[in-house]
């Protein structure tokens, strides 16, 4: 009787608390819809706190907002629905256990605001496809909880703030199609939970860090189309949980480091339209699970491994553009699974290998070798 006399005494004592918290949580999220452009704020008809005569003071059945047990915000998620404002009206403090907030695909502008520190709970942030701009806030590496951020597909400038490499439990980054350039922060390494990275189409410079190959949970990764120099880290050959790499459509130069033939998860491998040189790896032949190899307009010179006769799973290769030599091995004659070959605009000679004649009982097939000579002549085996 005396511990529920306590816990009486204690929930009636916490009952004015609550009831000031879900009131001050209501009245933020209706100043944020304030601000909203009149045609989005009639689109939150339930965001009134006079339409809920059983508790005039809670938002917690309101459209895209969740609570916990006791009446607290923990969750917004409100994807596309054309919200169109910005957060700088959003009260970020007044929300001390938000975890999750998705406002993916609306039309929010303006920049991310620093106090967005605020939300010290959070775990999952995804702003992507909107029109933000300025640059990622610093502050963003104080939320130490975080697991997913996603600012994808804005208008974000300036440099990748390199506190994101203080977001120890983040398993999920992207902040691709932005304005972003500068360096990839060398920090992002510490980040030994990432699964997928992704910072493709930006304005990306200087060389990729060498502590990214401390990302052994990575699985999938792309920096595709920046402006990204220097080598491929040999430590990317650690990334054994990796099945897809794009680093194409940069300025990236050197070898392909022989240490990708460790990457036995690997199923997509782009490496096009960079400054490669050298000859293709022979490790590469170790790939088995590989489906798409595209190696295209670079400078590659050599001729091509038997070993990516090993390949029996790709689907699509392409390595025209480059500076290779010597025959067609006769070992591509096992790759039962290609649909698309193209070799062409390089210095490849010799006559088609026998083994082939088989790809004719597989029209879906593409093989494309104009501009390769075979049998000191350009010919085209088949095209369709």
């Not at 605020?118 to 104080?142: A, C, M, R, V």
């Not at 130490?144 to 999920?172: A, F, K, M, T």
């Not at 070992?331 to 088609?352: D, V």
Request: charged share 10%.
């Amino acid at each position: 009787m005396i511990l529920l006399h306590v816990f009486l005494v204690l929930l009636i004592s916490s009952t004015p608390f609550m009831a000031s918290a879900s009131i001050e949580e209501a009245n933020a999220l209706l100043n944020w819809k304030a601000s909203f452009a009149i045609q989005t704020q009639s689109r939150l008809p339930s965001w009134n706190l006079l339409s809920h005569k059983l508790n005039t003071t809670s938002p917690c059945t309101w459209f895209g907002i969740s609570c916990n047990s006791v009446g607290s915000v923990i969750k917004i998620n409100i994807t596309s629905f054309g919200l169109n404002g910005t957060l700088q009206e959003f009260s970020f403090s007044s929300f001390p256990n938000l975890k999750y907030v998705d406002l993916y695909m609306n039309s929010l502008f303006g920049t991310i605001p620093s106090q967005i520190a605020s939300l010290s709970k959070l775990i999952y942030l995804d702003l992507s496809t909107n029109h933000f701009s300025g640059q990622i806030p610093p502050e963003i590496g104080l939320l130490s909880n975080l697991q997913v951020l996603h600012l994808r597909q804005n208008q974000l400038n300036g440099s990748i703030p390199h506190e994101i490499g203080c977001l120890r439990s983040l398993y999920d980054l992207s902040l691709s199609r932005n304005q972003l350039r500068g360096p990839i922060p060398a920090s992002l390494g510490n980040l030994k939970n990432l699964t997928y990275l992704y910072l493709y189409n930006n304005s990306l410079s200087g060389s990729i860090p060498l502590e990214i190959g401390n990302l052994k949970s990575l699985v999938k990764l792309s920096f595709r189309s920046n402006n990204l120099s220097g080598l491929i880290p040999p430590s990317f050959g650690g990334l054994r949980n990796l099945t897809l790499l794009y680093l194409d459509g940069n300025q990236l130069s050197g070898l392909i480091p022989k240490e990708l033939g460790n990457l036995v998860s690997l199923t997509d491998l782009e490496l096009s339209q960079n400054q490669l040189s050298g000859h293709i790896p022979k490790e590469l032949g170790n790939l088995v699970s590989l489906a798409y190899l595209y190696l295209y307009n670079n400078s590659l010179s050599g001729s091509i491994p038997l070993e990516i006769g090993n390949l029996k799973s790709l689907v699509m290769l392409c390595f025209r553009s480059n500076n290779l030599s010597g025959l067609i091995p006769p070992s591509f004659g096992g790759l039962r699974n290609l649909t698309l070959l193209f070799l062409k605009e390089n210095q490849i000679f010799g006559g088609i290998p026998s083994e082939f004649g088989f790809q004719l009982k597989f029209p879906s097939a593409s093989f494309d070798l104009n501009h390769t000579y075979v049998d000191s002549h350009p010919r085209v085996l088949f095209k369709l």
